[in-house]
Structures are given as structure tokens and as C-alpha cells.
């Protein structure tokens, strides 16, 4: 009797479950450039991870992600996101454009990176995890280089609030007479009220300032 109550109650919360999601289909405008698979709630299935190119007005970045699980032989829309990818068009050489995203230790993480001008490069590492019902920030890693100058990395662990600044600089071998600012190094724990779920996060908008500096950087 126990083992039917179990089915019967297993059955129909995957009923309601599949009904609270709606069917995945790619319109006819989209074009897929990215696709990768991955357990991310921990039930021992994949869930699919698919980015597209868009050409929709309201698409903020022109470009998104949807996150789809198998439910009943079927695909179904578990989150969507237009804001976390940049656009094709982003940057100084859009051609030069990197972007990766890998499910790993049951996490998504999305991995970007495009010139800001001819010579200086920004690299971003996000990574969601999902829990409490939602997909949410739990880290980053931010590097901005340049070819000979410097190479900033900054990474957070919004879990622990572990933050750490490593800025390297170098000599350019130019011949000009530029002073090189000393190399700076910090780690630091930060306390965040909470974690920021996928969809309210905005890339870039976020301040964490340094402790005993002037410094500051977002993410």
C-alpha cells in the first residue's frame, strides 16, 4: 500500500510539474550557436544548456539562453535569460568574441570575453548554481589585460564572500619612460545580504569596494 501511495504521489507531482512548464520550441528567427549538457539540480539527468543568436527589438543583448529539462519525452523551458550573454556585435574586433559555457559540479558557469579597445581584453566567468528554487550568483572571476602593461584579475565566492584582487604590472619594453606602479595583492572576506538570483543579475552594475583603499571594482 505504501509503495502505490508513492507512485501515485510521485506520478502526479511530475504531472503538475510538467504543466508548470512550458514546451520548448526554437523559433523560426532564432539560430542556435551554442549548446552543452549537464546535471544541475542533482537528480542524475542532464539538463540542456542552449544559447541562441536573436533578431527580436526586445531582446536586450541579442542573444539567449535557455535552460531546458527532459520531462515526459519532452522538452520543457526550466529558465530563460537575455540579459547574461553579450551581443555578437560587442566590442572593438566582435570577431575576436570568445564565449563558453560548461555545466561542472552541477553548476552553469558562462565564460566571455571581447576587446574593450585595440590593445585590452575583458574576460568574465559567471557561475550559477540552482537551489532554493532558483538559479543564483554564487561566482565570479573579472580579468582585464593588456598585451605588455598589466593584467587585473579580481574573484569572488559569493558563498563564502571570499574576495581576492590580484593586479600585475609590467614594463612595455617601449622605451618610454613610464613608471610601473608596484603589483597589488589582496584577500578579503565580504559580506553580501544575499545572493543575486540569475535573472535580476546585470553584468557589470555591482560595486565591491576594497578595505583600507580607494580601490573599488564591479562585476
Not at 139 to 154: L, T, V, Y
Not at 202 to 219: A, D, H, L, Q
Amino acid at each position: 500500500m505504501e509503495k502505490l501511495l508513492f507512485f501515485i504521489t510521485l506520478t502526479l507531482s511530475s504531472f503538475l510539474y510538467s504543466q508548470e512548464l512550458k514546451n520548448f520550441a526554437v523559433p523560426k528567427t532564432y539560430e542556435k550557436i551554442l549548446e552543452t549538457k549537464g546535471d544541475l539540480d542533482k537528480d542524475g539527468k542532464d539538463e540542456i544548456a542552449m544559447i541562441f543568436n536573436t533578431n527580436l527589438r526586445e531582446e536586450v543583448s541579442g542573444r539567449k539562453l535557455y535552460i531546458l529539462k527532459h520531462v515526459n519525452g519532452k522538452l520543457k523551458i526550466w529558465q530563460e535569460n537575455s540579459t547574461l550573454i553579450f551581443d555578437s556585435k560587442e566590442g572593438f574586433y566582435p570577431s575576436e568574441n570568445k564565449l563558453e559555457v560548461i555545466i561542472k559540479n552541477n553548476s552553469l558557469n558562462i565564460l566571455q570575453s571581447y576587446y574593450t579597445n585595440s590593445r585590452h581584453s575583458d574576460t568574465a566567468k559567471y557561475t550559477f548554481r540552482f537551489q532554493n528554487g532558483d538559479f543564483y550568483l554564487i561566482g565570479a572571476s573579472i580579468r582585464f589585460d593588456d598585451p605588455c602593461e598589466f593584467n587585473f584579475k579580481n574573484e569572488v565566492n559569493f558563498s563564502t564572500g571570499k574576495v581576492i584582487i590580484d593586479n600585475k604590472f609590467s614594463d612595455c619594453d617601449d622605451s618610454s619612460d613610464r613608471k610601473i606602479p608596484e603589483n597589488y595583492y589582496k584577500e578579503f572576506t565580504h559580506e553580501f545580504p544575499k545572493l543575486i538570483n540569475m535573472n535580476d543579475f546585470r553584468i557589470g552594475v555591482n560595486e565591491i569596494k576594497i578595505p583600507n583603499s580607494t580601490k573599488s571594482f564591479n562585476y
